[in-house]
């Protein structure tokens, strides 16, 4: 087999035009690519325009928002279940403590 040698000068540049449109199909691809955001079940997006919230909540599923300026926060909105156990909110009445007062026991400064 016969070896072949490559000249740099061989190499032939793209022409200006060429790497214009590349440009332009990069930054419209970027800019696209922004301008949706998809908002999960369960979830709402707030609306923040260059840093501040907007008066704006957005719902599930595809939603437009400005490239750039705008970005959206999701915000878990689905009912959680409270983590406390019943035993122990009852634990006082029935380890004989009942002083005659019917009421629950709680905590201060969590159920005013």
Request: aromatic share 10%.
């Amino acid at each position: 087999m016969e070896e072949r040698t490559i000249d740099v000068g061989d190499f032939k540049l793209p022409k200006p035009r060429t790497v214009g449109i590349l440009i332009l199909l990069i930054f419209i691809f970027i800019v696209g690519w922004g301008t949706f955001v998809i908002i999960p079940a369960g979830h709402r997006g707030v609306a923040l325009w260059w840093g501040s919230v907007e008066n704006r909540i957005m719902g599930e599923g595809l939603n437009f928002k400005v490239p750039i300026a705008e970005r959206v926060i999701k915000v878990d909105v689905k009912v959680q279940p409270h983590p406390f156990r019943r035993s122990m909110l009852f634990k006082r009445i029935s380890d004989g403590e009942n002083d005659g007062n019917d009421e629950l026991p709680y905590r201060s400064g969590l159920c005013q």
